[in-house]
Every structure is written in structure tokens, then in C-alpha cells.
């Protein structure tokens, strides 16, 4: 089933020549551009650009209350829109698809990653994200290919249970149409692990949402950029916080990590699930926060850069925070559009009887949704 095999190579001497190169390379390009912060006027205008004050509502709901859905992902082919998401059962996650002709009313086509009943890595959780969408804020949101495939970034692992176990990131890949119901092909071993040689302080203990995107002018000296989140402490990497960090590579298969520290870090809760678009010169990163900020509720927000690795943090209102009877637990996890002038996102939304579905935000009234959580 996995017919790609990777051989990573972690000798000490080609981690210290990479350290070499990239500390070297960050220090001249970052220290020539001179701006790595993104200025408050500068901040708010990005907030009012994507905001979305309008909660339409649920958009697609699990067929049972056994059944939590979560993670939406949006890319666009000719006049059809389609949504990756994932579905927990009890037994760990699976990667769905569904489309849509109006980003409002969405239909389930089925699986797209599903439980292996083997011996692999990944055999109880695969869930995936898209990879190298065409990033640009109003643009076509197409899914690109390189090298003739299109990519998955996942994280995935043996244990049973609601993100359970040791989780590792891994890479799918398929040559066939995206919005077909088909199971995509992996590589057969993680890219990366918490148990890794080279882990780092932060990642030590489990790895989740990963996000690829396809920089083409190579701000940090490669192509492909991926941010994730993971636990970890230097102490205690069972408590620690969740945190954002980076990951880099030139052919989608073999991962580096990026630097020695998160680039989002409230230093508590959780910070994760990153989503990167790029408005103008501006490369704006939807994440949510959860527990850090005085909170038992989970949040959406944002932070910039100009360079993909230095962020500036919004410090005002909530993109998407818990108001409705439907998301009155948990409102998070971004996924943005912004099509024919109407900005959407959508995110995971969670209710107090532990329901989770997907629901969505307009930057305009589009009305209210009809659809509701089958509870018992």
C-alpha cells in the first residue's frame, strides 16, 4: 500500500553543517530586510480585511453523536469547491472529503485516508491537511502539484483514542484528481518524529496539525515550508504547552527542521493548527489558542510576517470565539477564503455535549444555517 520509502539520513555531521547553513543564511537575510515586525496600523488593517462577524453556522455535521468531525481544509477546482476534514470514531482519525457548489451547503463524498488494519506507523490515526495550495488571500485556491503528484502533509500513529499515543508528522501523495473519492498513497515512515535525535526542546512529546505551503521565492532558503504544532518541555514533555515551529524541504519527502525555537509560543495552553495565506507582501497565519489566556475556551487568531519566520502577534478581538449554542465549548481551527469579495471561515465547533462539526463565518450576512448536531 505505502510505495514510496524514504532513507533519512541524521549524522552528526550533516545536522551541524545544516545548523551551519541555516543560522548563516537566516542572520544575512533577516538582518537585510530590516523589518521584521509588522507594525500596529499595519496589524489592525489585516483584522479588518479578514474578520467575520457573521456566524452562518453548521456547514457539515457528523452522522451520529459517536462521530466527532474537525480540521476543515478548502481548495477550489473550476466551479466546484471541496473540503478535506477529518472524522474520530472512537478508533482514531480518518481524512474525508466533501464539495460544495457555494461554500455553505457541502455533501460528504467519502474517505480519503482511511484505518489501515496492518502493521504501519499510521494504522489508527491519519489525519490530513492540504499541501501547496496556491496561497494568495482571494486567489483561485486550487490544490498545485509538484512533481507531477499532489501532497498531504499528516500526523498519524498506532495508538487507539482522541489523538492518543506517540503521533508523528507523515507525507501523502497522489497522481490522480484531489476531488475524487480515492486513498491516497504514503510514505511508508514519518518525516518527522518526538523521538527524533535532532527533536527539540518544545516537540519532545507529540506532534499534530502540520501546514505546507509552496514558497516559491525560497525566504528561507527552500521551497516548501511547513509549520506544526507539537508538545513538549525541556523538563516535562508530558505537560508541556503546545507551540508552532517550522520544518523545511526541497522535494517534499525529506524534512529539516527550521531553527531551534517555536515562532508562536504562549508559553501554556495551546497555540496550533496553522494556516498560512498571503495578503499583498504580508503572510498572515491563522492558528487558535486554547487555556492561555485565562480561558477554558478555545479561540481563532492571527499573527504576520514579511520573512515567514519572524511574527508579529495580533493583540485585539478574537477572530472566531465561542458565542452560539453550537460552538458555546470550543470555536477553532481556521480555514479562510475569501471568494467574490465574501470572506469564510470555517472552523471546528464544539458544544457542550462535546458535539463537533464544522461551521463557518462571513465577513457579510449570508443568513443562519438550518443544519443541527444530532444529538440523542
Not at 132 to 155: C, I, N, P, R
Not at 222 to 239: C, I, Q, T
Not at 271 to 297: H, P
Amino acid at each position: 500500500m505505502n510505495e514510496m520509502r524514504i532513507i533519512k539520513s541524521r549524522t552528526d555531521i550533516k545536522k551541524i553543517v545544516l545548523a551551519i547553513v541555516t543560522s548563516f543564511f537566516c542572520f544575512t537575510s533577516y538582518a537585510q530586510s530590516g523589518r521584521n515586525n509588522v507594525a500596529d496600523d499595519v496589524m489592525e488593517r489585516i483584522y479588518h480585511e479578514i474578520k467575520t462577524p457573521h456566524k452562518y453556522g453548521l456547514v457539515l455535521v457528523p452522522p451520529d453523536p459517536s462521530k466527532k468531525m474537525d480540521c476543515p481544509s478548502v481548495f477550489r477546482k473550476e466551479n466546484k469547491w471541496y473540503m478535506t476534514y477529518l472524522i474520530y470514531d472512537g478508533r482514531g482519525y480518518e481524512t474525508w472529503l466533501a464539495e460544495s457548489d457555494d461554500l455553505l451547503n457541502w455533501k460528504n463524498k467519502g474517505r480519503i485516508m482511511s484505518f489501515s488494519d496492518s502493521t504501519d506507523w499510521d494504522y489508527n490515526q491519519k489525519a490530513g491537511y492540504i499541501a501547496l495550495q496556491d496561497h494568495a488571500w482571494g486567489g483561485s485556491y486550487t490544490w498545485q502539484k509538484f512533481d507531477e503528484k499532489y501532497w498531504m502533509s499528516y500526523f498519524g500513529g498506532r495508538k487507539k483514542g482522541y489523538e492518543a499515543g506517540l503521533l508523528s508528522i507523515g507525507i501523502a501523495f497522489t497522481s490522480k484528481d484531489p476531488s475524487d473519492v480515492h486513498e491516497w498513497k504514503r510514505i511508508d515512515k514519518p518525516v518527522l518524529m518526538p523521538t527524533d535525535p535532532d527533536v527539540r526542546w518544545w516537540e519532545n512529546s507529540t506532534m499534530y496539525k502540520s501546514s505546507v505551503i509552496w514558497d516559491k521565492s525560497k525566504l528561507t532558503g527552500h521551497p516548501f515550508v511547513m509549520y506544526y504544532n507539537a508538545r513538549g518541555d525541556s523538563l516535562n514533555p508530558g505537560r508541556g504547552a503546545e507551540r508552532i515551529g517550522m520544518a523545511v524541504s526541497d522535494d517534499m519527502m525529506h524534512w529539516n527542521r527550521f531553527n531551534n525555537d517555536p515562532v508562536i509560543n504562549h508559553h501554556k495552553g495551546i497555540s496550533g493548527d496553522a494556516y498560512l495565506q498571503k495578503i499583498n507582501d504580508i503572510w498572515v497565519m491563522f492558528y487558535f489558542g486554547a487555556f492561555w489566556k485565562g480561558e477554558s475556551s478555545a479561540f481563532n487568531r492571527f499573527a504576520c510576517s514579511y520573512d515567514l519566520v519572524h511574527w508579529t502577534d495580533w493583540q485585539g478581538e478574537d477572530l472566531i470565539a465561542p458565542s452560539e449554542s453550537y460552538d458555546e465549548l470550543f470555536a477553532h481551527k481556521s480555514f479562510v477564503v475569501k471568494h467574490e469579495g465574501v470572506v469564510y471561515h470555517f472552523y471546528c465547533a464544539v458544544n457542550k455535549k462535546d458535539d463537533r462539526g464544522i461551521a463557518v463565518a462571513t465577513s457579510v450576512d449570508k443568513g443562519k444555517s438550518g443544519l443541527r448536531f444530532n444529538s440523542k
